[in-house]
């Protein structure tokens, strides 16, 4: 696995609106926990609430018109006096319409309905919600609506990988982003929650308007692109529909992330639904139409990636660098250097070849805290991880402060220096 990578220092990506605490760096497990205390009704739009709980699969029965609704949650009627029943007014104007706001707001807190939970989410912090599902075989006899523990972890992971294609396609159109824009996309997704549905069958996502709705705006133009790329490579047998949806936010990320999705199942999807507080992105319809692919898709979607993986073109950079690695086989020559990219690409490190007298430049470099400036052509193969035909090695000045943090860098690797120093 490789390490998060990262990209152009002068690119800035709002920071997310809630701390991240997963040691994976993707969205994090949905649980009643985070929400903290319930929404205040004062801040709370009912028919907002109203979309929320139409979307969600409450059932609207009736109510005063023109003054309030009775909600039920989704499933067969209950019983007289049983089960949660929300009266949601139709506008503030009236005296008690706050206090009816309020009591529904307890309420859905104290339902057992999953569906009450996802509802009060969307209320804390708009967002737009992004739900995968995957038709699987009953693992066991009578376990109906159960998934295998393999197949809630592969539909959790490839949804992670289809939000990540997403935030990739926000930081730049490209057939293949490799190790670039990597760390700045995860942290786009820091904020969204995740919540599964019982059964492990279905995922939804909650991707804060602010600053997420990029992300779902990039992803609902990519997975009709590639639906339509896919339909027309099957009928026609070329890929051209998969050079032209680059422009929408396709990518071989993309591609191998709903080849995850669909993999050992009897087929996928992927629906959206925009945030109802904050109205419907420009150039996208009010209820997008749910993306649906199956394993016969498959070939064209592998075939796709290869393609994007093998035309990627090499891009001529020049990087500044510190240098944080030194290895040759034998004490003069050429050797090894992998740097810490300051400026220049969209990455964090990249490994170049030098000769003698650059290697050389390199090393006195480090020694005395200075980062260098190369020129070269950064490779699409490996990730774009690897600069070559490297000319213009020099030793670049920087302030106190900077030259002081990597006489610190150098202070933690030594032993890397060491093994340059001997030839190891």
Same mark, same amino acid.
Request: some cysteine; charged content about 25%; hydrophobic content about 40%.
């Given at each position: ?244 949806? %680059? ?10 992330? %709903? ?57 001529? %950079? ?5 240098? %944080? ?100």
């Amino acid at each position: 696995m490789h390490r998060p990578m990262d990209e152009s220092v002068n690119e800035v990506i709002p920071s997310a609106t809630r701390p991240h605490p997963s040691e994976y760096g993707g969205p994090r497990p949905f649980a009643p926990e985070p929400l903290g205390s319930i929404p205040d009704p004062a801040r709370i739009d009912p028919e907002v609430l109203g979309a929320l709980l139409d979307r969600h699969g409450w059932h609207r029965r009736g109510g005063a018109a023109g003054r309030y609704s009775r909600w039920t949650p989704p499933g067969p009627p209950a019983p007289p006096g049983g089960g949660t029943s929300l009266l949601v007014p139709d506008t503030t104007a009236f005296p008690d319409s706050q206090d009816l706001l309020g009591e529904a707001l307890t309420a859905l807190a104290r339902s057992a309905a999953p569906s009450a939970r996802e509802v009060l989410v969307s209320l804390a912090v708009p967002s737009d919600e992004i739900r995968w599902w995957r038709e699987v075989p009953e693992p066991v006899a009578g376990a109906a609506g159960a998934a295998s523990w393999t197949g809630a972890e592969q539909l959790h992971t490839a949804a992670r990988q289809i939000l990540l294609a997403g935030a990739l396609a926000v930081r730049g159109r490209t057939g293949y982003h490799g190790s670039r824009h990597r760390r700045r996309a995860l942290a786009a997704l820091e904020g969204i929650l995740v919540g599964p549905a019982p059964g492990g069958r279905d995922l939804t996502a909650f991707v804060p308007v602010e600053p997420g709705r990029a992300v779902a705006v990039r992803l609902y133009h990519a997975l009709h692109a590639t639906r339509e790329a896919v339909d027309y490579q099957r009928a026609t047998g070329g890929f051209e529909a998969f050079d032209t949806a %680059v422009e929408a936010g396709v990518s071989r990320e993309l591609t191998e992330a %709903v080849i995850a999705l669909v993999g050992g199942s009897e087929g996928a999807g992927i629906a959206l639904e925009w945030a109802p507080a904050a109205g419907i992105p420009e150039g996208c319809p009010a209820r997008p139409e749910p993306v649906e692919f199956s394993p016969g898709d498959l070939p064209a979607l592998r075939r796709a990636g290869a393609r994007y993986l093998k035309y990627e073109p090499a891009a001529t %950079v020049r990087i500044t660098g510190a240098v %944080v690695r030194l290895r040759r086989s034998g004490p003069r020559g050429a050797g090894i250097v992998r740097l810490r990219v300051l400026a220049g690409a969209e990455v964090p490190h990249v490994r170049l070849e030098l000769d003698e007298e650059a290697y050389r430049i390199a090393g006195h470099a480090h020694l005395v805290g200075l980062p260098i400036r190369v020129e070269g052509r950064l490779e699409s193969r490996g990730g774009f991880r690897r600069l070559t035909r490297t000319s213009q090695v020099v030793p670049v000045q920087v302030d106190e402060a900077e030259r002081d943090r990597l006489m610190k860098s150098l202070q933690e690797n030594v032993d890397s220096f060491e093994e340059a120093c001997t030839g190891e």
